[in-house]
């Protein structure tokens, strides 16, 4: 697959790239744990077909130490053992959070399910990492930017 364009060839685009890297950052830099970050990243990718994203999420998360095996089931995460309550209650306000046109939005049941697990500065990341990975999977789906070619920290430094 052949990118539209290179968002990141265009002095425009770089200049939303990095308002975006700022807002990830102050999100990274959150009390909500980063294999949750890793992992919300990760699934809200892969419910929106982004495929950069996911290449970008998944090397990233296994160069900070996550395991292969819970990389590899986050698509399934509602029938594995290997992630925690919070982590459950994430994943869910993720998939409700991303799949808005389905029409339901996010669950009074979630919402619960999430206050039990985070305090306020950790549902404050949680919510704007969903709403922050929603977009840059949408510009990436946009302009058809292709997975596979992703080397863990290669926008290191891109905030500023």
Known sequence: MKPRMDLMSNELGVKIARRIANVNLAIQESPLPRATQDLVMLRASQINGCGFCVDYHTKEAAAAGESAVRLHLVAAWRESTVFTEAERAALALTEEGTRLAD???????????????????????????????????????????????YEPGMFAGMAR
Request: no cysteine; proline share 2%; net charge negative.
């Open 103 to 149: 029409g339901h939005g996010v669950s009074d049941e979630t919402w619960e399910r999430v206050r039990e697990h985070y305090d306020d500065d950790q549902i404050v990341a949680l919510v704007s990492l969903i709403a922050v990975i929603n977009a840059a999977n949408r510009l990436n789906v946009i302009v058809r930017n292709p997975g596979g070619s």
